[in-house]
Nanobody
């Protein structure tokens, strides 16, 4: 069983920045495929960013150039640096993990490919 705990969400003005963190339990964090999803009220849950075991990354078009995903395996933590925030970035952000990934596992963008989910952290961007 893996527990994921997100933090860092809050109210911010448009154009501002936030850094979300996700800390995992378990001793094999470095082997996990990790990602961020988000869900706005009344909307589907969407992929935001993915980071693989070898630090390769994927970004949704809507956040490319503004968000950066990273991981610190020693701290068992994944980050999402969000810059130039827009009101449409308002959502609950979820940290997810795929614990069966190998080095050649693709950067999954479907939520069904992930085994563990955090409780979510609210990001609200005011215009």
């Amino acid at each position: 069983q893996v527990q994921l705990v997100e933090s860092g969400g809050r109210l911010v003005q448009a154009g501002g920045s936030l850094r979300l963190s996700c800390t995992a339990s378990g001793s094999t964090f470095s082997r996990y495929l990790m990602a961020w999803f988000r869900q706005a009220p009344g909307e589907d849950r969407d992929i935001v960013a993915v980071i693989g075991r070898n630090l390769n990354t994927y970004y949704a078009d809507s956040v490319k150039g503004r968000f950066t995903v990273s991981r610190d395996n020693a701290k068992k933590t994944m980050y999402l640096q969000m810059n130039s925030l827009k009101p449409e970035d308002t959502a609950v952000y979820y940290c997810v993990a795929n614990v069966r990934a190998i080095l050649t596992t693709p950067l999954y963008t479907r939520d069904s490919e992930y085994h563990y989910w955090g409780q979510g952290t609210q990001v609200t961007v005011a215009s």
